[in-house]
């Protein structure tokens, strides 16, 4: 295969996750004995080998099994430091709140953050995006939130930024994640810092553009609702996008926030109800189920027939972070999804694909069809329904971000 970001596959199985290919019976638009051929970058056809174009000047390869490019749409992985130590406590019967409150948890991540520079930051998010990306994910939503200050916050954006531009690397899409926890230097003046932050911190950082997404954290024990519109609305004035992390422990209100805002996403869910559940698909939020860190905090799965029965789009994410989530596996978080929380293979497949990529905004990704990206992955498996398996191992082959392989 060329690395001019053209190529020519013939496939057994092509995964398109395009809706105009699918129907009831075919959920993943899948196409037997298909071909795909990109150009530049961009997929020029999609369909059966039979009707494929001759194009005697690509390089031709011969392929079992190919889907779009994964896409995690919600990471933490710009974090410095280890949390090892307390994953053993919780794996000995240590709580998410207890741990914190003994000055564990995000406060613990964010002392390693501001210890460390912008460029160590960036060495070990490299090095995440590219095991990342021999698991098949071509796009990482890469949150800040483990500065807890400006200074600190804008650290791990620009370290985040400082990547974007590497050809060999998965593409990310950045968010900053304004209300995560209280810092110490807060005092426990909870309002008094969302309001800073709403005031001063969310122009700033829209006004340097590191950002496509601010963030909150609205649950039990972190911010209340009342608390974080002010920073989310003021994101939404300044042209930024919204995402939540809502319900992980409590249902506090947060996902009736995030369709009060028209959020992209609202994240987590373990406790959500129907009424907002119903508000959310009428707004087009989309749920991101996080299963790593639900299988991790020994926790009930969200309520996802609830979900499924509203209309509410589902992604699936690795929710990758130093606590809760100890991850880069996004096919992990896939057999999770399927086992822990019963989602069909062509829900988990389109969660990862088509939907994960809409969630941030990016329409030409996640899908195999004439004009979107070539971001592909050929697998070393025989059907689809194997990548929900979980073998522990890489199964991609080859990986194409905008048709040049990674790795």
């Not at 509410?312 to 999770?336: I, K, Q, R, W």
């Amino acid at each position: 295969m060329t690395t001019d970001g053209s190529g020519f596959i013939d496939v057994d199985r092509l995964v398109t996750c395009d809706p105009a290919r699918a129907s009831k019976a075919n959920p993943l638009g899948v196409i037997e004995q298909g071909a795909v051929v990109f150009d530049g970058g961009a997929i020029t056809f999609v369909g059966a080998m039979r009707e494929a174009p001759s194009r005697p000047n690509l390089e031709r390869s011969k392929a079992s099994l190919v889907t779009p490019g994964l896409v995690d749409a919600h990471t933490h992985a710009a974090f410095a430091g280890s949390r090892h130590d307390e994953y053993a406590l919780r794996m000995g019967g240590a709580g998410y709140e207890e741990i914190a409150k003994a000055g564990g948890g995000i406060v613990s991540s964010m002392r390693a953050v501001r210890a460390a520079s912008r460029e160590e930051i960036a060495t070990t998010l490299r090095g995440r995006l590219d095991r990342m990306a021999a698991l098949g994910v071509t796009t990482v939503e890469v949150k800040s939130g483990y500065g807890l200050d400006l200074e600190n916050e804008r650290k791990q954006l620009e370290a985040i930024a400082s990547l974007k531009t590497s050809a060999d690397l998965p593409d990310t899409v950045a968010t900053y994640l304004c209300l995560h926890a209280l810092p110490p230097e807060a005092n426990g003046a909870r309002g008094a810092y969302a309001a800073r932050v709403a005031e001063q911190e969310i122009e700033a950082i829209a006004r340097e553009g590191l950002a496509a997404f601010v963030d909150a954290y609205v649950d039990r024990n972190a911010f209340g609702v009342e608390e974080a519109r002010p920073a989310l609305t003021r994101a939404k004035e300044l042209g930024l996008g919204v995402r939540l992390h809502v319900g992980q422990f409590a249902d506090v209100g947060g996902a009736g926030l995030a369709a009060d805002l028209e959020a992209a996403s609202a994240d987590h869910l373990e406790h959500v109800g129907a009424v907002d559940a119903a508000r959310m698909a009428s707004a087009g939020v989309r749920a991101v189920l996080l299963p790593v860190a639900s299988f991790t905090l020994a926790q009930a799965p969200p309520p996802v027939a609830l979900l499924r029965d509203a209309s509410v789009p589902l992604v699936v994410a690795s929710d990758a972070n130093p606590g809760t989530a100890p991850t880069e596996s996004l096919p992990l978080a896939m057999a999770l999804a399927v086992r822990l929380y019963g989602l069909s293979v062509a829900e988990t497949i389109l969660g990862v694909t088509r939907e994960a990529a809409l969630s941030l905004g990016l329409s030409d990704r996640g899908v195999l069809r004439a004009g979107a990206r070539a971001d592909l992955v050929i697998w070393d498996l025989p059907h689809e329904a194997a990548l929900v398996q979980p073998f522990g191992t890489p199964r991609a082959q080859k990986v194409f971000s905008r048709g040049r392989p990674l790795g």
